[in-house]
């Protein structure tokens, strides 16, 4: 067997190999459980190995694992109802992962349009978006790190900034797509939701939130206000699971037509199944509630550190002059893990279920790596 490394080189080294995950914590090959304060990248909100999601994947999993979207299949509709009245939508489509969800969203506004017999091409973003990795989502993200070398992009998106967005929607604007809280860009709350949903009422544009790493609960809200006309949504939706969703407002439902749009993996039923659970769980214990007290203490004890802190709820970020040696120190001497949001902050992601115990442990991994970090330079 080659020893090459088998994968295209995406992501980098990898510093751990991980073997297990349970409850907050996952194990690597070498026998060393960490404290996960990534989550997968939001996506395992309640933890690992939750028994109401396992439960939820054996049962679905002993049934049907796939039909593709030519049948109707129970868990799937439950899941769309769920998601339904949960936003007071007009409809959903289901899909695999975030950037399809948000693809699912322009084509869907696009459509709106060119169905009032208006077809309108303007895209606006907001500086420091992610949005996903297709062709379509790196154009929408807007920044040179993602697009450099894909050229030709697909026309008609514009970055705008924050406090430029509500002036800038004209009735040239198809649609501005915004996150409320901005993952990748920092944790970065966007300043105005509201100036922007008048000004797109105003000019008859859509608002569509990738609420993909924010929502779901993360930022303490479950449904952000003002309401959207649109929300994409994925990572913590399918439980452990690949799941998006495309949640439209009523006044959307009827803008797809039969074979406008589809997915031959799109709401499989197994995730369908683990997102239905976790949207009971998150109801049940209220969990969003719980993003909000505990965001509140992580918060609390990462400003009495010294340390700026930028998000909300259980999404935020530390900055700091450079936040690899400090993830890196997180990582290999208090065995927490935490990801970047960009060269200067870190970024928090923790289980909507941790503990207080386990938000205090996040926040003295920190305070360690920055006291190795200020007695390596005065050191010096
Ligand atoms: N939108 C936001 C805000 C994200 O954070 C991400 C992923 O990090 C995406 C879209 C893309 O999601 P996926 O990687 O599931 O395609």
Redesign the pocket.
Known sequence: MSTQDPFLNTYGERPLTLVRGSGRRVLDDQGRWYLDAICG??VNALGHEHPRILAAIAEQSGKLLHTSNLYHVPVQRELAQALVALYDAGGVFLCN??????ESALKLARKYHYKRGAPRAEILVAEH??????LA?VTLTGRDKYQEGYHPLPPGVRVVPDDQMASEISEATCAVFL?PV???GGCLPFPDLQGVRDACDAHGALLVY?????GLGRTGTLRVQPEPDIR?L??ALGGGL?L?AMVAAPHLADVFGPGDHGSTFGGNPVACAAGLAFLQVLAEEGLEQRCTELGALLRERLEALGVPVVGQGLMLAAQVEASAPLIQHMREVSGVLVCPAGPNAVRFLPAFNSTEAEIHEMADALGAALLAARAATSGR
């Open positions: 990248i939001a992962s975030g950037a399809e969800a948000n978006a992610f949005h996903g990795r297709t989502m996150e901005r993952g990748e990738d609420e993909i790493q924010c994409a994925a990572k690949p998006g």
